[in-house]
C-alpha cells in the first residue's frame, strides 16, 4: 500500500494552496467550463470528442513533468476503459442511457468516455490526497464523495438535458435531468478514491473501474426493488 507519505515525498504536504493546487484545479475548472459550454449553448457530440481528448492531452503533457499527475492520470485512464462495463450495463442491460450515435464507439460508449473519466477519477484522487494531507483519512473518503454528489447532480443533468446523452428511466426519481440513482451511485463510488489511489497502479486502476461498475449496478438494482416495494 502507498500510504499518505505520497504526498509529502511528493511535495504535497501543507495546508495552503500549492503551485500544483492551482495547475489542477485551473485543468479541471477549463474541462468543466468547456463541457458546459457545449451543454449549454451548443449541443454538439463532436465539440465533446474535441474537449475530452483536448483535456486529456493537456494532462498527459503536465504528467511529463508531474510523478503525482502522471500516476493519477495512468489509474484514471485503466479506470476510464474498465468503466465501459458500466456504461455498457446502463445502456444496454437496464436500458435508462442513451448516448448520441453518428460517432465512433467503443462497447457502447462514445470512445471519448474512457478519457473523460480519466480526467474525473484523477481528479478526484488528488482531491482525495489533499485531503488526506490537511485534515486526515477521514475527510478523504468523505471529500471526493460530497463533491461528486454536488457536482455531479448538476452536470449529469446539464449532460442529459444539452445532449450529452439522455436517461430514460429513474427508479425512486430524478434529480433536474439526472436519475437520482446516478448521483448516488458517483457519490459512492467516489467515496473509495483514496482507498485505491494508495495502492499499486494497476491495482488502483482496476480497482476504481470495477468499483464504478458495481456501484451503477447495485445502486441501480436496490433503487429499483425499493421501487417496486412502494
Not at 489511489?197 to 486502476?205: D, I, N
Request: glycine share 12%; net charge neutral.
Amino acid at each position: 500500500m502507498i500510504d499518505r507519505t505520497l504526498g509529502r515525498e511528493a511535495g504535497m504536504r501543507g495546508s495552503g494552496v500549492t503551485r500544483r493546487d492551482l495547475l489542477v484545479g485551473g485543468w479541471m475548472t477549463l474541462t468543466v467550463l468547456a463541457f458546459y459550454h457545449n451543454f449549454l449553448f451548443v449541443h454538439s457530440t463532436g465539440l465533446s470528442y474535441l474537449y475530452a481528448f483536448g483535456a486529456y492531452g493537456f494532462g498527459t503533457v503536465y504528467a511529463r513533468y508531474d510523478a503525482v499527475i502522471r500516476r493519477l492520470l495512468v489509474i484514471g485512464t485503466i479506470g476510464g476503459f474498465i468503466e465501459l462495463l458500466g456504461d455498457y450495463f446502463l445502456v444496454r442491460i437496464a436500458e435508462t442511457l442513451v448516448y448520441p450515435t453518428g460517432y465512433p464507439f467503443l462497447l457502447r460508449s462514445p470512445a471519448y468516455m474512457p478519457f473523460a473519466w480519466a480526467i474525473l477519477i484523477a481528479f478526484m484522487g488528488y482531491v482525495a490526497l489533499r485531503f488526506a494531507d490537511r485534515w486526515g483519512s477521514l475527510a478523504a473518503y468523505i471529500g471526493p464523495s460530497a463533491f461528486a454528489f454536488v457536482s455531479e447532480s448538476g452536470y449529469e443533468s446539464f449532460a442529459s438535458n444539452g445532449g450529452g446523452w439522455v436517461y430514460t428511466t429513474a427508479p425512486l426519481g430524478w434529480i433536474g435531468h439526472a436519475p437520482l440513482f446516478i448521483v448516488i451511485a458517483e457519490a459512492l463510488m467516489f467515496a473509495t478514491s483514496y482507498y485505491w489511489v494508495r495502492r499499486e497502479w494497476l491495482t488502483a486502476g482496476v480497482g476504481i473501474g470495477l468499483t464504478i461498475t458495481v456501484s451503477y449496478i447495485v445502486v441501480y438494482y436496490l433503487f429499483a426493488l425499493v421501487g417496486s416495494l412502494v
